[in-house]
């Protein structure tokens, strides 16, 4: 419980709220950001419960995607990005350096804005990861598919293709492809970077209704540019401005009875 | 500009018929070379009749016409150009005659044309058939019957002297030179003697002979053994005719050439130009590609990396010959100098690896294409999405899993694309091969029966070099000359089919990913 009580002190006062005092999956510690000379993420410091979707919103360029990157460390791929703070997922430090950080991502999932299946069968999609950390067993493989796809689903549409090419799904069946190749290798943390922008209103209402369904199991991140979406399907929501996190709270007390004078003119459509 | 030209000129119409102009023009072009090609190449084999003309000296010429010209500086004339053939009686294969000297044009049934292992085409008419010096046939008829009979023995002596010749004393010269047990040698030594005994009878059991008499009263007894094909063309059906055109043009792609490349197939050609193809396509792909992901995916792009990709695409347009001049500097003399010092030092001073061979001449061409298959590969690494790389990435693959895995497939179909361009510039380049390894006549493919096989060390020869050679540099140039256009048709061919295969393979690929043409 040390846990708990270290990143209720460690929390913006602002954002100290009774909901975030649930067990946490993920703690994030005074992380700044740096692209080159710009500062991308200023004294960044909350922490995401597990089993529940938190929501990030904010204006474009806010930097919520660039937190929500920072959690598998997708930001090392970018030349000159340098990052100060802590961030621990469960009781292991993600930028400790002893760490390899395929080990990091193994753990966190991440679903992109773009669908991104790769050009291969519907049955490779899913079966990369568990390939790439050592299953190559057929009959395990094939539980692994199923489970996925099932989980995601998916599986009722294309159990009788799964040798198909997954770049001939729907936008929507394509992205739930990915969210079930991301659940497949099992991992802590699921992040999703406005996963539902390129998609249909009744694709967009069938990932909702998944992440509802997934949060039971995984610790769900989002970053939205709707409002409505972060009301629907989030537990909590994080309100971001120009690097900062201004506000954290339960989603229905942040969209309702707001603390800060800028989540509200946000929320109300008075800027961005 | 007037009202109308300026709406002319606004509607864009001039420069459609401009674009549309130039494209036609370089359609035609390609057409008309194309159609050159193939009308000069797909007529050589077909049999055509033999007229005999009869001239107002009294001379007679005997032969198909080839061409008719007008005789420069006299209006009205022509003047046409007869194949008599018979190169060993009359020293020429073609005779000028001017249309006005000649009296009489008639197509004699009893001509017949005999292609024979020597001396190209023998025209005229059959005397008699001998056998021993003893006359056993005589007449046109009787001869001819006498002829189809005795042929088929003719050619199976032949073919098996051939093979005695070529293949089992070859083949014990190959022994020998293997081994070094006195008590073996012996052994090869009394195969060897079997094979020239029996090698002797044969050729001595040939007695039969035919005559023929040619214009001007020659005559020519021709041994049965050297006749290859007898043809009487102005009595043959277009069916039969038909039937003579596709042998002959099997006999052209499967037979080794005889006369100095003039005559007979170009199969040695065939093959040494699709198999250092081939063998420059296995050098050229992981070379290309591997540069290009290092360019593409882990070099730090900036200056220096602009500069070489500059660089590369530049490569491309250097002369072939200087890929050439490399290829013999480095390859034969430096590479291959040092594996016969190495390996083959008591073949010394006889080089081995140390002079011009197939797997140099396909290493210089790969050194020439490399550069086609490096932007091929970069262009496709380039249109490959980020992110489906950071999706592999997100999942936990490390960069060295997610290259193999994840853009390696999907840049597969750019990489062919390079490899098809490739591939139609290597089986068109005949430069840089003719100082790396081509000869005009290889004795022996690089690939046959004897241990290890394939003989990458080997001299071969290649359509392209071919066509120079029968072309311009062959002693009797009018009579190669269609040899020249069939065996350009023939390269096209190969090329095509080349690309073909390459094509469909791409085509295949991209089905199985659905991909767009990246």
Redesign the interface.
């Known amino acids: 419980m040390t846990g708990s009580v270290q990143v209720a002190a460690n929390l913006n006062p602002q954002a100290s709220t009774v909901g975030l005092m649930e067990a946490p999956m993920v703690e994030i510690e005074h992380v700044s950001l740096w692209y080159g000379e710009k500062l991308a993420l200023k004294d960044v410091s909350m922490s995401i419960p597990k089993h529940r979707v938190t929501a990030y919103i904010g204006p474009s360029g806010c930097g919520k995607s660039t937190l929500l990157r920072c959690l ?1 460390r ?1 930001n090392d ?1 970018i ?1 000159g990005v340098r990052i100060a703070g802590n961030i621990r997922i469960g009781a292991t430090d993600i930028y400790d350096p002893a760490l390899d950080v ?5 753990r ?3 679903v ?1 804005q ?1 669908s ?5 069968s519907i049955f490779e999609n899913v079966a ?2 568990p ?3 050592g299953v190559s067993g057929r009959a395990d493989l094939e539980g692994i598919v199923e489970r996925s796809l099932t989980a995601a689903a998916l599986w009722d549409e294309v159990h009788d293709r799964l040798n198909d ?1 997954a ?2 799904l729907s936008g929507g069946q394509q992205q739930r492809l ?1 969210i079930a ?2 659940i497949a ?1 099992e991992p802590d943390v699921l992040l999703m970077d406005e996963p539902c922008s390129a998609l249909d209103p009744i694709a967009t209402a069938k990932i909702e209704e998944l992440m509802l369904e997934l949060k039971n199991s995984y610790t769900i991140v989002i970053v939205t540019h709707n409002m409505q979406q972060a009301a629907r399907v989030s537990d909590y929501t994080g309100f971001m401005l120009l690097g900062e996190l201004i506000e954290v709270g339960v989603t229905r007390e942040l969209f309702t009875n707001p603390r800060n004078k800028r989540t509200e003119d946000y929320i109300t459509g008075r800027f961005g | 500009m007037s009202p109308a030209a300026r709406h002319l000129w606004r509607g864009g119409e001039p420069f459609i018929w401009l674009t549309g102009g130039a494209l036609a023009l370089a359609l035609l072009l390609v057409a008309g070379f194309l159609g050159l090609i193939v009308v000069n190449g797909f007529g050589l084999f077909w049999p055509q009749d033999v007229v005999r003309l009869t001239l107002t000296d009294g001379k007679t010429l005997t032969g198909p016409l080839v061409e008719r010209e007008a005789i420069p500086g006299e209006a009205g004339q022509h003047r046409v150009k007869i194949k008599v053939a018979n190169r060993d009686l009359y020293g020429a294969d073609f005779q000028w005659v001017d249309e006005t000297s000649i009296v009489r044009r008639e197509y004699p049934t009893d001509v017949v044309v005999m292609e024979r292992t020597e001396w190209g085409l023998l025209i005229g008419t059959i005397k008699e058939v001998r056998e021993a010096g003893r006359a056993v046939a005589t007449g046109p008829a009787q001869g001819a019957a006498e002829l189809a009979r005795r042929l088929p023995d003719a050619a199976r002596a032949r073919r098996e002297i051939r093979a005695i010749e070529k293949g089992e004393v070859g083949a014990i010269n190959h022994a020998q030179e293997g081994i070094r047990l006195a008590l073996r040698r012996l052994e090869g030594q009394k195969r060897y003697q079997e094979r020239a005994a029996k090698l002797a009878e044969l050729r001595a059991r040939q007695t039969a002979t035919v005559v023929v008499a040619a214009d001007g009263g020659k005559e020519k007894e021709l041994p049965l053994i050297q006749v290859l094909g007898v043809e009487t063309p102005n009595m043959m059906s277009f069916a039969a005719k038909g039937v003579y055109y596709v042998g002959r043009v099997w006999e052209f792609v499967s037979n080794d050439p005889r006369e100095s490349n003039t005559e007979g197939g170009v199969f040695p050609a065939i093959f040494g130009t699709v198999m250092m193809v081939m063998i420059m396509s296995v050098m050229v792909t992981p070379l290309g590609v591997l540069a290009a992901f290092y360019l593409r995916e882990y070099a730090r792009q900036g200056t220096f990396v602009s500069a070489v990709r500059i660089a590369v695409n530049n490569l491309a347009g250097v002369p072939s010959i200087v890929f050439g001049v490399f290829g013999v500097g480095f390859f034969i003399y430096l590479v291959g100098g040092s594996i016969d010092r190495l390996f083959f030092s008591e073949a010394l001073p006889t080089p081995t690896f140390g002079t011009g061979g197939i797997l140099w001449a396909s290493l210089t061409l790969a050194l020439l294409t490399v550069p086609v298959v490096i932007v091929a590969t970069e262009e496709g690494l380039a249109a490959i999405p980020r992110g489906m790389r950071e999706a592999s990435l997100a999942l936990g693959a490390t960069k060295l899993e997610t290259t193999l895995r994840v853009v390696l497939p999907a840049v597969m179909p750019s990489v062919l694309t390079g490899l098809i361009l490739a591939m139609a510039r290597a089986a068109g380049e005949v430069a840089p091969l003719m100082i790396t390894g081509v000869v005009k006549l290889a004795p022996a493919l690089p690939i046959d029966g004897f241990w290890p096989f394939l003989h990458l060390e080997r001299k071969f020869m290649h359509l392209g070099f071919h066509i120079y050679d029968v072309g311009f540099q062959s002693p009797n140039v009018d009579a190669a000359r269609p040899m020249v256009f069939v065996t350009t048709l023939l390269l096209l061919l190969i090329v095509v089919l080349l690309n073909l295969f390459a094509i469909s393979t791409r085509n295949r690929l991209r089905r199985k990913y659905a991909m767009s043409a990246v």
């Open positions: 598998n997708m791929l030349d395929t080990e990091v991502r193994k966190v999932g991440m992109f773009k991104n299946p790769f050009p291969k990369y990861g390939r790439i950390l090419s770049l001939g990915c190749r991301a290798v």
